[in-house]
């Protein structure tokens, strides 16, 4: 079982924020079908007793304490009994509603504008809400090694990768720097590019290579990232300092909704950490993730592939599967590790 070692000091300026504010539209068919419902699929539960949203607060809690932890959720999605429910063990003041959808990127940077006004110094660790993470213990022993290397050296962002387990289509990859000499006491390594969804023979080419998925589990310092943004993106940055002054007072909501409404949808991936790493190439690292089981849970035929590897009843038998689900069958062995969930 991980235990964090309480004494370390940089655990007392540690954040984790869980993005759960998107609709999951790939899915949304699926999980009709499943229990007739219009859930988000974070909402929803797939295996064992918790939806995926309530896992990854078990999992974050491992490291950081509840208080600590900011949830960023649609306000459409309130509208649900099921969503109320989840969050009512959650303290007020932690969970952050964002007006609309406006991609990855809104929904990162507004929760950070939050943090910021209540802690300046904070090292936050960002979690998505729609992973499923087998090896948690593990798991969260590696984010602890990524804060230490932010607690180190408070000017890099450090990713979370998996090792590529097949050449997936789906998902994003993180190539790592090839020169010698980059691998530091954290294991974390420098980030040379990222692909983003590559066809057939990329995918293949890169995980010949080594290169690794890119699970947008990232740590950084708060103050750091929000200067980078404002370098990079001024009118953005521009636009988010004016709710963080208005956060607090009467006027929050209000400049919320105005921000958003004239706000352009962004990508966190593509818009802010893939422009970082080419004005400032030296700040991004990448820490593999080893000998840990994960699958983003963007479509239902990962979510069955998923269940046939742990050896359970899918929730849809009739769901196709590729064979990339036969080459991670034979490369991973599971047995009796499922219990947690």
Known sequence: MFMP?????HRTV???????????KRLQPYVQELNGGHLPKQFVNFIGQRSMLEHTFQRAEKLIPQEKILTIVGRHH???????RQLSSRDK??????????????????????????????????????????????????????VQAVARNPSRIVLLAMEAHAPEV????????????????????????????PHKDMAQELFESGSLWNTMIMVFKVKTLLQMIQDISPHMHCQFIRILDAIGTEDEQRTIDEVYRALEPINFSKGFLEKISKVYPETISVL????????????PQRLVESQQLLGLRPTRPDAAQSPAAHDERAAIRISGRALAW
């Open 5 to 9: 070692q309480h004494n370390e000091t």
């Open 14 to 24: 540690l954040w984790g924020l869980v993005l759960a504010a998107g609709d999951g």
């Open 78 to 84: 309130l509208q649900h009994v099921e969503v109320r």
């Open 93 to 146: 003041d932690t969970v952050i509603v964002q007006p609309a959808n406006k991609e990855t990127g809104p929904g990162i940077i507004l929760p950070l504008m939050h943090l910021y006004k209540r802690c300046p110094e904070a090292i936050v660790s960002v979690f998505p809400s729609d992973h499923f993470i087998l090896e948690e213990d593990r798991f969260m022993a590696h984010v602890d090694l990524a």
């Open 170 to 197: 789906e998902y994003g990859y993180v190539v790592p720097w090839e020169h010698g000499g980059e691998i530091d006491l954290h294991g974390t390594r420098r980030v040379a590019r990222f692909v983003e969804k």
């Open 288 to 299: 593999p993730v080893l000998q840990v089981f994960w699958s983003d849970w963007g479509s």
